[in-house]
Nanobody
């Protein structure tokens, strides 16, 4: 499966942004789809994930209540709605897909290119 991430940009603190992760080559069926983020000089961190078939979600504590992951079957796309953005949310955001895996980015086999999110204070 090939992943295409989009939607990043420059926003002010408190603003919202929606990222998209579209699949091609096959559907996301059977996969868990996740968003990770990586700030300069830091490790790639888990943000959130969703099981495509059942819609069960997991969030990092730092984004709970502000970020929402969702999916659109018709568009074969996963979204990350980010509200009340903070400067510490600034990073390159990556979407990933895989089967039966957790929060360690090294275990995820399929990746999209990153999309930059910049949050000014």
């Amino acid at each position: 499966v090939q992943l295409q991430a989009s939607g990043g940009g420059l926003v002010q603190a408190g603003d919202s942004l929606r990222l998209s992760c579209a699949a091609s080559g096959r559907t996301f069926s059977g996969y868990r789809v996740a968003w990770f983020r990586q700030a300069p000089g830091k490790e790639r961190d888990f943000v959130t994930s969703i099981t495509w078939d059942y819609g069960s979600t997991t969030y990092a504590d730092s984004v709970k209540g502000r970020f929402t992951i969702s999916r659109d079957f018709a568009k074969n796309t996963v979204y990350l709605q980010m509200n009340n953005l903070k400067p510490e949310d600034a990073a390159v955001y990556y979407c990933a897909a895989g089967v039966g895996i957790g929060k360690d980015y090294r275990t995820w086999p399929y990746w999209g290119q990153g999309t930059q999110v910049t949050v000014s204070s």
